[in-house]
C-alpha cells in the first residue's frame, strides 16, 4: 500500500492527488488547482479568465521537463483521468477500513542533552528544535519558543515556494541556453559570409594578393574561434549551474516527503540558504546585443582594383617593337615585365594589411 500511496502523490504539492486530477501529454497526472498554479507561475502576463485560468499559453511538466501547450480552454481542457481519481476512492476507503486509528506513531527524534525528553519545541532565538526541559532548566532558558508544528508549516510553505521559484528559474535558463545556442550559429554563419565576402573579393586579385588573403581569413577566423569558445564556455557555466539547481530542487523535494517534523526542521533551514544562493545568477555573465556581430570585417578593393587595372608595360619610343616580342602578360600572377617605378607605386596603392576596427559590442559584458 506504502508503494501505491507514493505512485497518487502530486509532484507539486506532493500530497495525495485532489480531485479532480488531470493527465498531460506525456502521460504525468496533477490536480487541477495545482497545474494552475504552475501554470500561472510560468505565464504572470496571460490575462485570465474571471480569475480560474488563462486561455491558451504553456508550461512544462514538473516530472519530465515535457512541454505542455493548452488550447484556448487552459488548464480546463486538459482531460481529466477518472481511473486516477477511482484509485484514490478505493485507497482511502481501503485505507479507513484497514486503519482503525486515524494517529501513526513515529519515532520522534529525543533531545542530545537530555536523552529521555522528546524534541517538542523550536528555539525561535537560536533556530533550533529542542526539548522542554532544555527551555525549563538548559541553555535555550531565556530563548523566544514557539510550537513545533507552527514553525514546521511555516518553513515547509517557504521550501515549497523555493522550489516553485526554481521551477521558474530553470525554465529562464533553458531559454538562455537556447538563445546561446541560437548565438552560435548566428556568429558560425556570419564567419562563414563574410570569408565568402573576403574570397570572393581576392579572387579577382593576382599572386601578389594571396598572402593578404590568407592573412584576412585567419583573423575572422580567429576571432569567431575565439567568440565561439566564450559562447560555449558560457553555456557550460549555464547548463553547470542548471544541473545544480535540479539537484538542489530534488534534494528539497525528497525534504518534503520528511513526515518527522522535527527532522524536517533540522534540514529546512541550510536546505532554503543553499537555495537562496543557488537562485542567485548575478555570478553568471551576459552576452552583450551585438556580440555576434562580424560585420566590421567587411572588405573593399575598389581602389586597389583601379591601381592593378593602371598596371602597363614600361616601352622606350625607340625600344617599342623591340620589347613588344619580350614582354608578355602573365596571368596566373604577374603583368609581364614592370619597371621598378611601377612595382614600388603598386606596393603604394596596396595599403599594409591592418587588422579591423572592432566594434564596442564585440566585447562581452558581465552583469552587474
Not at 15 to 44: G, W, Y
Not at 234 to 241: F, V
Request: net charge negative.
Amino acid at each position: 500500500m506504502d508503494s501505491l500511496e507514493k505512485q497518487l502523490i502530486c509532484p507539486i504539492c506532493l500530497e495525495m492527488f485532489t480531485k479532480p486530477v488531470v493527465i498531460l501529454p506525456c502521460q504525468h497526472n496533477l490536480c487541477r488547482k495545482c497545474a494552475n498554479d504552475i501554470f500561472q507561475s510560468s505565464n504572470p502576463y496571460l490575462p485570465t479568465r474571471g480569475g480560474t485560468g488563462a486561455s491558451g499559453g504553456r508550461f512544462r511538466c514538473p516530472s519530465c521537463r515535457h512541454e505542455v501547450v493548452l488550447d484556448r480552454h487552459g488548464v480546463y481542457g486538459l482531460q481529466r483521468n477518472l481511473l486516477v481519481e477511482n484509485i484514490i476512492d478505493m485507497y482511502k476507503q481501503e485505507n479507513i477500513s484497514s486503519r482503525p486509528s486515524p494517529e501513526r506513531k513515529v519515532d520522534q527524534p529525543v533531545c542530545e542533552v537530555h536523552e529521555d525528553e522528546k524534541i517538542n519545541i523550536y528555539c525561535l532565538t537560536c533556530a533550533v528544535p529542542t526539548c522542554s526541559m532544555c527551555k525549563v532548566f538548559g541553555s535555550h532558558k531565556d530563548c523566544e519558543v514557539a510550537p513545533l508544528n507552527s514553525i514546521y508549516q511555516t518553513q515547509k510553505t517557504e521550501l515549497s515556494d523555493g522550489i516553485a521559484m526554481m521551477v521558474g528559474n530553470n525554465d529562464r535558463i533553458q531559454g538562455i541556453i537556447s538563445q546561446l545556442e541560437e548565438t552560435c550559429r548566428t556568429i558560425e554563419d556570419n564567419g562563414r559570409r563574410q570569408k565568402s565576402k573576403v574570397c570572393e573579393k581576392f579572387d579577382h586579385l593576382y599572386t601578389i594578393l594571396e598572402d593578404r588573403k590568407t592573412q584576412m581569413n585567419l583573423k575572422v577566423n580567429a576571432e569567431q574561434e575565439e567568440k565561439l569558445n566564450y559562447i560555449h564556455g558560457l553555456t557550460r557555466k549555464y547548463g553547470d549551474h542548471l544541473e545544480s539547481m535540479t539537484k538542489i530542487m530534488e534534494t528539497g523535494i525528497q525534504t518534503m516527503e520528511e513526515p518527522e517534523m522535527a527532522v524536517f526542521l533540522q534540514n529546512a533551514k541550510p536546505l532554503l540558504q543553499i537555495i537562496a544562493e543557488a537562485s542567485n545568477t548575478s555570478h553568471l555573465e551576459k552576452v552583450e546585443h551585438g556580440y555576434e556581430n562580424m560585420d566590421h570585417y567587411s572588405v573593399s578593393f575598389k581602389k586597389e582594383g583601379r591601381a592593378l587595372q593602371n598596371i602597363d608595360f614600361a616601352r622606350d619610343d625607340d625600344e617599342e617593337e623591340e620589347d613588344e616580342d619580350e614582354l608578355g602578360v602573365d596571368v596566373d600572377g604577374r603583368a609581364g615585365q614592370t619597371t621598378s617605378g611601377e612595382g614600388d607605386s603598386l606596393k603604394e596603392a596596396l595599403p599594409p594589411l591592418l587588422p579591423p576596427q572592432p566594434m564596442s559590442t564585440c566585447k562581452p559584458a558581465t552583469s552587474s
